[in-house]
């Protein structure tokens, strides 16, 4: 797996300096430059995605066993989850997608289904009102909007 994950990591960097460089290409904002724009989160995931690749590249992780069938089917389920929510978050609104996605993930690690309600909608409020009021960076209401 040491050549593997190498390799993987190589590929992981490649695409976190051009989602950071792609990042930076954003047109500049009515109004003039930002301290946070469109830029600032793509940026930052895209230093933690070059950050991670070159520890990979640098320290790989011991030759392992692959993951069992049913371990693999659940971080499928979650992959298409987000995608889902991907795809949801526009016409839906981002609190009804990110609240369905948090709670069903919550419950894919084990949590109640009870607490994962909970967490999806508490989380999803919490972030919809940080990042529209606080950051003053708009999310789509969807089936939400007045």
Same mark, same amino acid.
């Given at each position: 797996?040491? %050549?593997?994950?190498?390799? =993987?990591? *190589? !590929?992981?960097? %490649?695409?976190?300096?051009?989602?950071?460089?792609?990042?930076?290409?954003? $047109?500049? $904002?009515?109004?003039?430059?930002?301290?946070?724009?469109?830029?600032?989160?793509?940026?930052?995931?895209?230093?933690?995605?070059?950050?991670? +690749?070159?520890?990979? %590249?640098?320290? $790989?992780? $011991?030759?392992?066993? /692959? #993951?069992?069938?049913?371990?693999?089917?659940?971080? !499928?389920?979650? #992959?298409?989850?987000?995608?889902?929510? #991907? /795809?949801?978050?526009?016409?839906?609104? =981002? %609190?009804? +997608?990110?609240?369905? &996605?948090? +709670?069903?993930? +919550?419950?894919? *690690?084990?949590?109640?289904?009870?607490?994962? &309600?909970?967490?999806?909608?508490?989380?999803?409020?919490?972030?919809?009102?940080?990042?529209?009021?606080?950051?003053?960076? #708009?999310?789509?209401?969807?089936?939400?909007?007045?």
């Amino acid at each position: 797996m040491r %050549i593997n994950d190498r390799v =993987f990591g *190589m !590929l992981m960097l %490649i695409l976190a300096v051009a989602y950071g460089w792609e990042a930076t290409q954003f $047109p500049i $904002p009515f109004g003039g430059n930002e301290s946070v724009g469109p830029e600032t989160f793509p940026i930052m995931l895209s230093i933690i995605l070059g950050i991670s +690749s070159i520890y990979l %590249i640098v320290k $790989p992780d $011991p030759d392992e066993k /692959w #993951a069992p069938i049913p371990m693999l089917l659940q971080l !499928l389920s979650v #992959a298409v989850a987000l995608l889902i929510f #991907a /795809w949801a978050i526009e016409p839906v609104g =981002f %609190i009804p +997608s990110a609240a369905l &996605v948090v +709670s069903f993930i +919550s419950w894919r *690690m084990g949590a109640a289904v009870k607490h994962s &309600v909970i967490t999806g909608i508490v989380s999803s409020i919490v972030i919809f009102f940080l990042f529209n009021y606080v950051l003053e960076l #708009a999310l789509p209401l969807g089936i939400l909007e007045l």
